[in-house]
């Protein structure tokens, strides 16, 4: 029986022996003892890594391995892994021991760290071949044991597409569309570079290649991601001209892309698809009427208009790269530059002509008739004008598309979607005006801003539901708002009326410029507030027509009273032509920007991140920062600041050049931009790099409106991780500096907002009985950004502590402030919307992170506080027919019906005279009625005792008449009955 080992001293000992036999046995024995005897074993580590470094040694690997171990027990991971390798075939990956387990994840973990150096950061690494040999033996076993999700996340992890391309290969057919979905989702969570992640995109839209039946919905997603509206067009064509189940399938593609609010890209694709269409109606009319020489002609020079087209869109990818991908039949071309398309000055203005024809056609007023296209002898332009009632009786006859691409268009643009949901909101609006009331008969109409909080909170509740009663029925109570309330009552119809893209116009035309109307009041603060609201009603849905429009309301003048009209007009068109990157805007907006005026100046700043936003900017951005040292005005620098942010949303590592600048600068205003461009550079990323800038300029720089900011945009980064935005700015919430906690909430409300997190709620919670107004505003604002659309179980408590702070008038003004807004917010339009970051198809919400970008700098202007209505989106499961109509479904829900109960109406209460309740009451009328009272009092005491005085006498005649009666009994007698009667009546006197 061998004896038990109770020391590895001997066995250290035979190490210093010099036969390399008695060594080789003394190693055996130590790799079989060292985790028992590792820390004896430490102390020699010198002997044994010098064995392994003896080149004439023989087994300098079983040396290697003990060191491995030693280390691994020490801690020094590294260090183990490295002697692992170097142990060759004695490290057995196959082993099922914690050691092989820690070593073999760490060598994956170093693996990808060197990959990701040498791929995304472009470093010059030098990688172990050995370590990839264990990578490639990983990767191997995972497709062994069929684990093909595990293989693709070490392929995508590693930056291996050739090992990916292996791994979706080695699948079958039936199996692969599966695996393809989840690498397209794995490949947007994981990977944060983003020019790798395009490549990845490329590869999966080739492999979709050998799917029986490709998804072609998430093949058009892919597409829009890599900004190939061209392949896009073609798939959508080939669906609408196929049977009834493709069509319905485009249409449903449509919608998708519709959700995703890219209005370059849509309009792109609706230019292709009419150039489609209408070469498709030419060779149609040709055929019919070939032997007709008049028709002949007109072919001929319809054919002459298509090839202009093409050559026209041809140019958009003219100088790219690209990638022929056939899938059932279709050419997809893979435009390798991704988003780089936008940036290129030829394309823009190829993009521009094709955007101004289209929103042109789309603005017409027979636009919901059948619509035609005439021939154009002109060669600027891709797309046909529509023809004119005006136009001859020669012009030549029109060609009628077919019905199937019509609906398409209409969904693309937003018409068909909009009015869907319009419709939606409209017949299920469940606002209770009596909370308005409410609001409205506990406020000082004379407090501006509660006066205000409460025309915003209006807006909300009943946004996107056209329902504007409130409004109607307090018109004397609205008129109260003079100056920028009055610029702000205006704006809220624009919120309550968003998406009207029908009526939007008529329904402000008598509050705009130039407009001839008696019956309303002319007011620049009216004016600049209509063309706000305009363009909130046509956010990211703009025509040539609305731009005309607020175009005219930039040039109306140098004097006060214009510069605020020009001041609307610079926010509404900024949300007209959100990320479209349209010339004549920016040129108009640059113009304003340099008018020297801080209103406008402000406004046209951020407009120009409006209109840019995603694009990079160009040199336009360049020339913004410039001026932003030169201008003396803060809030223009402020403006400049923030529209840069916006011009490189989504950019990722694109905007890391800017983003250093920024933040480096030494006017804290420009650096306060720079946390912005932070934040929308890298919105819903979790990028560890943004987060760690993010963080240290909150806790080191000495600027408090740049620390509130850094902390705030931890919020955009983590959008796509509620659970991490707590846990990162957790102990920030309790900071000493106010900047920093107001930060803290407002970054825990945009990052978990909508989704009633029991883990933000908890840490919001005990930031209610903060001592600062500011800090508890922002609390009550992001409380309330969580729990919309949250079961009224949730929302209940949160009403009676708004309900609360709303009624009671000592509290501050900023505080009640943010309740009245917190009750717009969490009943916002109709308790039907809530704030959405994401699509259905998983994809960020452009027009909700620049929404709340913006919205947030209501800490500055109250009027921006309108922007979060472009975050706001329907919660509802919306099913249409083949003619876009709503037919009656019933749907089985699992659920309690309390989870989607609505809270019960308020009772009705009348309405209280404040006039009276607030009358001031002088000292001088108070003493006036103390002394009528005293008076009162002292007449009715002498009236009380005349009485009490008639009723002695009468009892003394009745006495004296008693005492005449009984004098025959004798005059001692009399006397004594006189006594005895006059005592008694004193008796009943004091009894009286």
């Known amino acids: 029986m061998t004896a038990a080992v109770s020391s590895a001293s001997g066995l250290l000992a035979l190490l210093e022996e010099p036969s390399d036999e008695v060594k080789y ?21 010198a002997q044994v890594e010098a064995l392994y470094e003896d080149d004439a040694f023989k087994h300098r690997e079983l040396a290697a391995l003990v060191a491995s171990k030693v280390f691994y027990h020490l801690g020094e991971l590294d260090d183990a892994l490295t002697y692992a ?16 387990d820690t070593l073999i994840a760490r060598g994956l973990d ?24 264990v990578t490639e033996v990983m990767l191997n076993k995972c497709i062994s044991a069929g684990q093909y999700e595990q293989a693709v996340g070490i392929c995508l992890e590693s930056r291996r597409l050739d090992k990916l391309e292996e791994v979706i290969s080695s699948v079958d057919s039936v199996s692969r569309a599966p695996l393809l979905q989840c690498s397209l989702r794995t ?13 990845a995109l490329r590869l999966l839209i080739k492999l979709f290649e050998g799917v029986e039946d490709p998804d072609l919905t998430e093949i058009c997603q892919i597409l829009m991601i890599l900004n190939d509206s061209a392949s896009v067009s073609r798939i959508l064509a080939r669906l609408l001209n196929g049977s009834k189940d493709d069509y319905l399938l485009a249409y449903q593609i449509c919608f998708d892309l519709s959700d995703n609010e890219n209005q370059v890209f849509l309009d792109r694709v609706i230019a292709e698809l009419r150039v489609i269409s209408t070469a498709a109606a030419v060779a149609a009319a040709g055929d019919v009427s070939a032997s007709s020489s008049s028709s002949s002609s007109l072919k001929k020079d319809e054919e002459a208009d ?56 789309s603005n017409s007023a027979n636009e919901s008739e059948t619509r035609a296209n005439t021939p154009s002898t002109s060669t600027s332009t891709s797309i046909p004008p529509p023809t004119s009632s005006s136009s001859s009786s020669s012009a030549p006859p029109t060609l009628v598309r077919p019905e199937q691409f019509t609906k398409a268009e209409d969904i693309l643009s937003g018409r068909t979607p909009m009015g869907i949901s319009l419709e939606f909101m409209y017949g299920n609006n469940r606002s209770d005006l009596e909370i308005l009331n409410e609001l409205k008969n506990s406020t000082d109409a004379r407090v501006s801003v509660l006066h205000g909080a409460v025309v915003a909170a209006n807006a909300f509740l009943h946004a996107g539901t056209t329902v504007d009663v409130f409004l109607r029925e307090n018109l004397d109570w609205l008129s109260r708002s003079i100056n920028w309330s009055k610029f702000s009552a205006t704006a809220s119809v624009g919120v309550i009326h968003k998406g009207h893209l029908q009526q939007g116009l008529a329904l402000l035309e008598p509050y705009l410029p130039n407009n001839n109307s008696s019956s309303v009041t002319r007011s620049a603060y009216s004016e600049g507030g209509a063309m706000f609201a305009l363009g909130l009603i046509f956010a990211n849905h703009g025509n040539r027509a609305i731009y005309e429009q607020l175009f005219s309301g930039l040039d109306l003048g140098d004097s006060e009273n214009e510069y605020v009209a020009s001041h609307g007009a610079c926010l509404g068109l900024g949300l007209v032509a959100l990320g479209t990157d349209d010339d004549s805007c920016i040129s108009h907006l640059k113009a304003s920007l340099y008018h020297e005026s801080a209103v406008v100046g402000e406004a046209a700043g951020m407009a120009l991140g409006l209109v840019g936003a995603g694009c990079g900017g160009g040199d336009y951005v360049k020339e913004m920062l410039e001026y932003a040292h030169d201008t003396p005005h803060e809030k223009v620098v402020r403006g400049v600041g923030l529209g840069v942010a916006l011009c490189f949303y989504g950019l990722e590592e694109k905007a890391d050049a800017i983003i250093d600048q920024m933040t480096q600068d030494q006017d804290p205003t420009i650096r306060y931009g720079g946390m912005y461009a932070i934040g929308m550079a890298y919105r819903g990323t979790d990028n560890n790099n943004a987060v760690q800038k993010l963080l240290h300029f909150a806790v080191s720089d000495v600027n408090d409106n740049v620390r509130r900011a850094a902390v705030l945009c931890v919020g955009f980064v983590l959008a796509g991780s509620p659970d991490l935005v707590v846990k990162a700015v957790a ?10 906690r107001y930060g803290a909430a407002m ?21 209610l009985s903060d001592r600062n107004d500011l800090v508890l505003q922002g609390v009550l604002v992001a409380t309330a950004l969580v729990l919309i659309q949250q079961p009224e179980t949730k929302l209940a408590p949160f009403r009676r502590v708004l309900d609360r702070i709303i009624h009671d008038r000592h509290e501050d003004v900023m505080y009640r402030m943010g309740a009245i807004l917190a009750t717009g917010i969490i009943d916002a339009g109709g308790r039907n919307a809530t704030i959405s970051l994401k699509t259905r198809s998983g994809m960020f919400r452009l027009t909700s992170f620049i929404g709340l970008a913006v919205f947030t700098q ?27 109509q709503m037919p009656k479904v019933s749907l089985n829900c699992a659920c309690k019906p309390s989870m989607f109960a609505t809270a019960p109406p308020l009772a009705e209460t009348p309405a209280k005279d404040h006039k009276q309740k607030f009358a001031a009451i002088l000292s001088a009328t108070l003493k006036a009625k103390e002394r009528a009272r005293k008076k009162e009092a002292r007449k009715q005491a002498k009236a009380k005792a005349e009485a009490a005085a008639a009723a002695a006498a009468a009892a003394a005649a009745t006495a004296a008449a008693t005492t005449a009666a009984a004098g025959k009994e004798g005059k001692v007698g009399e006397g004594e009955g006189a006594v005895k009667v006059v005592d008694a009546n004193v008796e009943k006197k004091e009894e009286e």
């Open 25 to 45: 046995f003394a190693l055996q024995k130590l790799e079989t003892v060292v985790k028992d005897f590792w820390f004896e074993i430490a102390g020699s580590i």
């Open 85 to 100: 390798l170097n142990s060759g075939s004695m490290f057995n990956v196959d082993e099922k021991s914690e050691y092989v």
């Open 858 to 884: 209501y800490w500055y202007w109250y009027p921006l506080i309108y922007f979060l209505s472009l975050a706001l989106h329907p919660t509802a499961l919306i099913a249409v027919n083949e003619n876009f």
């Open 187 to 199: 490949c947007q969570v994981t990977i944060s570079n983003k020019q790798f992640r395009q490549q």
């Open 747 to 767: 970054a825990i409300g945009i990052g978990c907002a909508g989704s009633g997190s029991k883990e933000a709620l908890a840490l919001l919670e005990p930031m």
């Open 731 to 740: 102990l920030l919430t309790e900071s000493f500096n106010l900047h920093v």
């Open 306 to 361: 298509v090839e202009v087209t093409d050559a026209v869109v041809k140019e958009e990818n003219e100088g790219e790269e690209e990638e022929g991908v056939v899938v059932e039949g279709i050419d997809i071309e893979v435009n390798e530059d991704g988003d780089e398309a936008k940036n290129d000055k030829k394309s823009k203005k190829a993009k521009k002509s094709k955007v101004d024809d289209t929103n042109s056609n």
């Open 110 to 133: 170093k693996y990808f760290e060197l990959r990701v150096k040498l791929i995304d950061k472009s470093e010059e690494v030098e990688i172990d071949e050995r370590l990839s040999r």
